[in-house]
């Protein structure tokens, strides 16, 4: 087997590109003398040659031609595979800074962490578990290089939706509106309602939804964590609306989630970013497991049901039941 020099045959595959030694040589940043000696070299190797050769004139032989596109396309298989390697070793030593609302941590989140520091151990991930108010402001500012949340009001964002969220109603396990498949709003506002604060994203959807209907708004409590909604909610002192990503975070086995219609209120989640933003190998390979992690279907109607449980909703489906 002949194992032929790599400069020369990229300068070979250069002066077939160009048909002439000299503007080979401009865009190799080499000398006349040193592409022909080049292409010498590479006869000598080859046994074969691969250029007719005149005083104003350079053409290929029926075998340089030949060689040629061989070698053109092994040159650019090498160029793919060395930059793959590159950006392999990117993700390995690369950082991502990621801003997640609050209720993403208590599933999402910590799993893709876990599968990428598995697959990619010298990358460094840095997460910031922040409020979705905050969001848009962390990301214009540089202080993250992506976020999960809601869907940003800032035209100057970018959004790729991972998962429609839709809200559902969170009772008491003894609660009389705890074994129904499914209830209307106005089953559900009988009761005293207990909600997120007002400068919460879930707050501000549930306000637009319910702007029209005949069952206002009217929280007996308005509380900003999750946490502790659970607690007041397994106390029997009332019920809330939430997105069913946001159930988890409530950390009680004392409460279940019932479907709500009329109306069907949901929110859309997914990756925020700056609109110039270039994702980074790290990043890339974050949002990649993200977007497993979900499995986002297509863009739903809104009047369709709900997507299936995510995993997060099963652990707590599952927890909750025993």
Do not use: W
């Not at 009001?153 to 499914?182: C, I, Y």
């Not at 997914?270 to 297509?298: D, M």
């Amino acid at each position: 087997m002949i194992n032929l020099p790599l400069r020369q045959v990229s300068t070979f595959v250069c002066l077939a590109e160009t048909q002439s030694f000299r503007r080979a040589a401009a865009r190799l940043s080499l000398s006349q003398p040193a592409v022909s000696a080049h292409i010498r070299e590479l006869e000598r190797q080859v046994g074969v040659a691969l250029v007719h050769r005149t005083t104003r004139h350079v053409s290929l032989t029926a075998a340089g031609k030949a060689f040629a596109a061989r070698a053109k396309r092994a040159l650019d298989e090498l160029s793919m595979a060395s930059q793959d390697l590159r950006e392999l070793a990117a993700v390995h030593r690369g950082r991502v800074v990621v801003a997640c609302i609050v209720p993403l941590m208590a599933a999402a989140v910590p799993t893709v962490v876990r599968r990428l520091s598995e697959q990619h151990p010298g990358l460094e991930v840095e997460i910031r578990d922040v409020l979705s108010g905050q969001i848009d402001q962390l990301i214009t500012n540089g202080e993250a290089d992506l976020a999960i949340g809601p869907r940003p009001t800032d035209a100057n964002l970018s959004f790729m939706q991972l998962e429609r969220d839709h809200f559902v109603a969170v009772v008491p396990l003894d609660h009389p509106l705890a074994g129904r498949g499914t209830i209307t709003m106005r089953e559900l506002t009988a009761y005293p309602i207990i909600t997120t604060a007002r400068n919460t994203n879930a707050r501000a959807v549930l306000e637009r939804a319910l702007l029209q209907s005949p069952q206002p708004l009217r929280p007996r409590f308005e509380l900003v964590h999750h946490f502790s909604i659970g607690r007041m909610v397994e106390a029997g002192l009332g019920v809330t609306l939430l997105p069913r990503t946001a159930v988890p975070s409530l950390a009680s086995t004392r409460i279940v989630t019932v479907d709500v219609k009329s109306p069907r209120i949901f929110r859309d989640l997914g990756v925020i970013t700056r609109r110039e933003y270039q994702f980074s190998p790290a990043a890339h390979a974050f949002v990649t497991l993200l977007k497993t992690f979900f499995a986002a279907p297509a863009e739903q109607a809104d009047d369709m049901p709900k997507a299936p449980p995510t995993v997060s909703d099963r652990e707590f489906l599952r927890v909750t039941a025993s």
